[in-house]
């Protein structure tokens, strides 16, 4: 699977197009606010969303979805952990941090641990990664040593757990069991911020 970077919104958001080169589906991971960019992107590849995978609730990473999903002109899954269904509901974590958000749609697929996701014939295992949010999930696709990790971790830092439904256990612990142990080389594609890999945290990050 292709996977294109984009940078979006005021929180500086890593979108993440993942693209079947074969057929040209392709599904967008946490779409931010913007969305007329991954549209354009869409049009420019010339392939066609056919999912929107969130890796968790929180507003900034979802604000594209209700957008994304209007201006398609086909019918598109959006698929979310059903433990963070309440926060989805609840303005995505916004008003806790004093902002106002409406989300104004409905995830149409609940993700499980260990469920296979397909985009053609590439596949990408859903691991849920609770700690940062309850129903966090993680994309794992092992064939290309990539890792979408949302907020889990990040180059040099861990996600934040001060927010409805965080828990600093819970997060090391997901880190150190579903995050870790996972090759060497792969690579961490993060919420926020560059890229890293297993072993770069391992070796460097202050907060394991
Ligand atoms: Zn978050
Ligand atoms: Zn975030």
Same mark, same amino acid.
């Given at each position: 699977?292709d996977?294109?970077?984009?940078?979006l919104?005021?929180?500086?958001?890593?979108?993440?197009?993942?693209?079947?080169?074969?057929?040209?589906?392709?599904?967008?991971?946490?779409?931010?606010?913007?969305? /007329?960019e991954?549209?354009d992107?869409?049009?420019? *590849?010339?392939?066609?969303?056919?999912?929107?995978w969130?890796?968790?609730?929180?507003?900034?990473h979802?604000?594209?979805?209700?957008?994304l999903?209007?201006?398609?002109?086909?019918?598109?899954e959006?698929?979310?952990?059903?433990?963070?269904?309440?926060?989805?509901?609840?303005?995505?974590?916004a &008003?806790?941090?004093?902002?106002?958000?409406?989300?104004?749609?409905?995830?149409?697929?609940?993700?499980?641990?260990? /469920?296979?996701l397909?985009?053609?014939n590439? /596949?990408?295992?859903?691991l849920?990664?609770?700690?940062?949010?309850?129903?966090?999930?993680?994309f794992?696709?092992?064939?290309?040593?990539?890792?979408?990790?949302?907020?889990?971790?990040?180059?040099?830092s861990?996600?934040?757990?001060? *927010?409805p439904g965080?828990?600093t256990?819970t997060?090391?612990?997901?880190?150190r069991?579903?995050?870790?142990?996972?090759p &060497?080389?792969?690579?961490?594609m993060s919420?926020?911020g560059?890229?890293?890999?297993?072993? /770069?945290?391992?070796?460097?990050?202050?907060?394991?």
């Amino acid at each position: 699977v292709d996977i294109i970077t984009l940078v979006l919104g005021p929180l500086e958001n890593n979108t993440y197009l993942l693209i079947d080169p074969d057929t040209k589906n392709a599904a967008v991971v946490d779409p931010s606010f913007g969305h /007329q960019e991954v549209l354009d992107e869409v049009a420019r *590849l010339g392939v066609t969303i056919k999912a929107i995978w969130l890796t968790h609730a929180h507003f900034d990473h979802i604000a594209g979805v209700a957008g994304l999903a209007r201006d398609l002109n086909t019918e598109v899954e959006i698929g979310l952990h059903h433990d963070d269904l309440e926060l989805w509901q609840n303005g995505g974590g916004a &008003p806790a941090l004093g902002y106002n958000f409406e989300v104004g749609i409905q995830p149409t697929r609940f993700f499980e641990d260990g /469920q296979t996701l397909w985009l053609g014939n590439n /596949q990408l295992n859903v691991l849920h990664a609770p700690g940062h949010t309850r129903g966090h999930v993680m994309f794992h696709a092992a064939v290309e040593k990539a890792l979408l990790c949302g907020d889990v971790i990040f180059a040099g830092s861990i996600g934040r757990t001060d *927010l409805p439904g965080g828990d600093t256990g819970t997060l090391l612990n997901t880190i150190r069991t579903r995050v870790l142990n996972l090759p &060497p080389d792969t690579r961490l594609m993060s919420g926020h911020g560059p890229e890293s890999t297993v072993e /770069q945290e391992q070796r460097t990050n202050p907060f394991l």
